[in-house]
């Protein structure tokens, strides 16, 4: 293995390996990564708030516990990111709206609980569509992100501040919240994975607790998590899992071992403009050689709804009548290029479609976006695998699997060639 590694964007499981083995010091690693975010942030806004004492103090801790041989796993010493969604006790939590600028929590969310005890180094609280009540990320208190490959397009939302960070090599993963599709939307959009679990396998306990929140949004609502690959995600959820200490999340790691999809179901009544469905058409191309079996398949894009008094029977029925024969299925996350930021402040909050996205959380179930290539605009195209429920290592199986036989992992933004 070369000792060169690229610190911005190196995979997790490299990063880890060399901190583990003390090759990499998990102190210059935060550095790098603050230095960076101090040189990005003014043009991306991917942060509302850098965490910068914080991370030292946890990267200090995280070297001083690996040199004495208590390694926590994949995740221990990596510089990771929050959205400003979830409570940090003692450190703004503010969801991008004005009346909470100046909300300090005293408890750290369940997830921030799960992430230090993987051991990983809190860089900062990431920007968002306001309350989580859009897909573009332009309105924010603090100003709107900035999509790293075209600044005159959205970055996608409400997430799109980590995906932003993500894909720029501000952070290697990021915890979010997904309810319509707000994570795996802006992630295809900056070209980065977003992998939504089953429903209550991670906790959105401590996401701005005590504040009034719809009852829609509580029941839709998934903790996601973002990172440059699938296998970057898988690393991470993996570790959030292990931390975290749940009914649910038993059920997963009990659930947990050598898993392959090989009847996937290949969605054809998505929406997508005619140039998106030929570049899907080519994308699961790849498909011809991983040995898997195809089939075409009609999601049910118009049983999910926002009314919501036959979610937890749908959630119940669901995987039995679309899942029968099939491990996975597979669509476009997008269903057009992103909107420019003119365009979209025109359209509105919801300016970048969830119509490919929202039954996967009216349901419950897990599905994960990767990058799959670059549309006719230059611009990421993301593609979206959705299992059954509990069928989070299927399908993040089948996304790594997919990134291998497609050869399409990650592609650093333009931005990258611009800054040192």
Known sequence: MSEHI??????????????RDRRLSPVALAEHCLERIEALNPTLNA???VTAELAREQARKAESDIQAGHWRGPLHGVPVAVK????????????AFEHFASRVPSQDAQMVTALRDAGAV??????????????????????????????????????????????????????????????????????????????????????????????AILILSHPSVMGRSAEDVSLAFDALVD??????????????????????????????????????????????TMGIETSEIKAPFEAASFDLSHVESDRATISASLFVDLDAIV??????????????????EMAVSA????????YGLPAVSVPAGIDKNGLPLGLQFVGPQGGDA?????????????????LPPPLKRRVS
């Open 47 to 49: 942060f509302i708030t």
């Open 355 to 362: 119509d490919n996205t929202f039954f996967c959380n009216y």
């Open 331 to 348: 669509l476009l996350t997008l269903t057009a290029p992103p909107p420019t930021v003119d365009d979209a402040r025109a359209g509105g």
């Open 122 to 215: 809190l860089v900062g609280k990431t920007n968002m569509h306001q309350l989580g009540m859009g897909t573009t990320s332009l309105q924010s208190h603090f100003g709107p992100v900035v999509n790293p490959w075209s600044a005159s397009h959205v970055a996608g939302g409400s997430s799109g501040g980590s995906a932003a960070a993500v894909a720029s090599g501000l952070c290697f993963a990021t915890v979010d919240t997904d309810a319509v599709g707000s994570g795996r939307l802006p992630a295809a959009i900056c070209g980065v994975t977003c992998h939504k679990p089953t429903f209550g396998v991670l906790s959105t306990e401590g996401i701005l607790a005590g504040e009034k929140a719809d009852p």
């Open 6 to 19: 690229d610190l911005s964007f190196g995979s997790i499981a490299d990063i880890s390996a060399r901190l």
């Open 243 to 288: 931390a975290a200490r749940s009914d649910a999340t038993t059920a997963y790691r009990a659930s947990r071992g050598p898993v392959s999809a090989r009847r996937i179901g290949v969605v054809t009544n998505f929406a997508a403009s005619d140039d998106l469905k030929t570049a899907f058409a080519t994308a699961i191309g790849a498909f011809a």
């Open 84 to 95: 400003d969604f979830y409570d940090t006790a003692g450190i703004l939590t503010t969801a």
């Open 394 to 410: 299927c399908v993040l199986a089948l996304a790594r699997e997919y990134q291998r036989a497609a050869g399409w992992h990650y």
